[in-house]
């Protein structure tokens, strides 16, 4: 089994929260990137990271139900309501999502990251 590997989408895409991350030895990537845009579409980052083997992560609650209906083979989609997280919470459970699941885990899948809270 592969650890998961994590696209930070535009909205979620902070460099502390990535330095942090990729700093415990995880695979994570951020918006914008060589391969996505800083004004790349909700539906082009799910895709995006889709085609990179990534879950993706996101506060964009609303547009990703949507779009995990509308592509339903997408990499995984982790959601959170970004006002009740400090950056320090989203570290912990991000390294915790990332650390105890499997990439084969998350195809298809759109959870919330509270199931991962200390």
Known sequence: MSKPRLHLDA????KQLHNALVGR??????TPNPWMHLDAS????????AAQ??????FNIADSARLAQ?????????LAAQSKWTLRQLIAALDRVLSETD????????????????
């Open 42 to 49: 909700d539906e082009a980052q799910l895709l995006g990271a």
């Open 70 to 78: 509308r592509h339903p083979r997408h990499g995984g989609i982790i």
């Open 25 to 30: 030895g995880h695979d994570v990537t951020r």
């Open 11 to 14: 909205d979620a895409s902070s």
């Open 53 to 58: 083997g990534r879950c993706i992560f996101t």
């Open 103 to 118: 990439a084969e885990d998350w195809s298809g899948q759109l959870r919330w990251l509270n199931s991962w809270r200390g």
